[in-house]
C-alpha cells in the first residue's frame, strides 16, 4: 500500500492548507484512510478518518468544525481541508490505510510519509 501525502507548508494562524493523500487505485477502492499528525516531542495522533465509500467520517474533537476529510476515489486521493489553522496545529502530517469495513475495527496497518504543516501566530 503506497501513500503519498502533499501540501503541507508555512501558514498564518487563521489561515488555510488543503493536504493531499495519492495512493493506488487499489487502495482507493477498497481501504478507509485517514490523517494523523506528531508535532516535535509528543505523540503522534489521530486527526481525521473516512471509510471507503465515504459514508463514515471520524473527527478528533481538537479539530472537528475545522478540518474536513473527504476522498476522491476516481483520483486516487484522500484530502483534508484545514481552516482556522492554530499555532497548536503545527505538526508533520501523516496519510494512513486500513483494510476494516468498520470503524471501531480501525487500526492503520499501512502509513505513508509525512508533510510538514507550519502555522505561525
Known amino acids: 500500500v503506497q501513500l503519498q501525502a502533499s501540501g503541507g507548508g508555512l501558514v498564518q494562524a487563521g489561515g488555510s492548507l488543503r493536504l493531499s493523500c495519492a495512493t493506488s487505485?487499489?487502495?482507493?477502492?477498497?481501504?478507509?484512510l485517514g490523517w494523523f499528525r506528531q508535532a516535535p516531542g509528543k505523540e503522534r495522533e489521530f486527526v481525521a478518518a473516512i471509510s471507503r465509500n465515504s459514508d463514515t467520517t471520524r473527527y478528533a474533537d481538537s479539530v472537528k468544525g475545522r478540518f474536513t476529510i473527504s476522498r476522491d476515489n476516481a483520483k486516487n486521493t484522500v484530502y483534508l481541508q484545514m481552516n482556522n489553522l492554530k499555532p497548536g496545529d503545527t505538526a508533520v502530517y501523516y496519510c494512513?490505510?486500513?483494510?476494516?469495513?468498520?470503524?471501531?475495527?480501525?487500526?492503520?496497518?499501512?502509513w505513508g510519509l509525512g508533510t510538514q504543516v507550519t502555522v505561525s501566530s
Open positions: 487505485a487499489r487502495t482507493a477502492r477498497i481501504y478507509a
Open positions: 494512513a490505510a486500513d483494510s476494516n469495513v468498520y470503524a471501531r475495527a480501525w487500526t492503520w496497518d499501512y
